[in-house]
């Protein structure tokens, strides 16, 4: 069976998707991530370094850590 892409997911599949990932996240990198993509409220990423003390530059580092987590789980796994 061929493996599903990001956009071929149910609604189902990818909130399941999202909660696998950000529990691979601590908790500050769980809300700067849902801040960022609107999870919770959709905030820029200036706004998101002021909130937490943090640079523009680690704010980005943190969402793309999440997104290669994402990417990583929806990699087929070796047999």
């Known amino acids: 069976m061929a493996e599903k892409t990001i956009g071929s997911l149910t609604d189902q599949e990818l909130e399941e998707l999202v909660e696998k990932v950000l529990a ?4 500050r990198e769980q809300e700067i991530f849902a801040m960022r993509f609107g999870i919770q409220e959709e905030v820029d990423v200036q706004e998101i370094g002021r909130r937490f003390e943090a640079t523009r530059k680690r704010i980005r580092e943190i969402e793309l850590k999440a997104l290669k987590s994402i990417r ?6 070796p047999s």
């Open 72 to 77: 990583r789980s929806k990699k087929p796994k």
């Open 24 to 27: 691979t996240l601590t908790p």
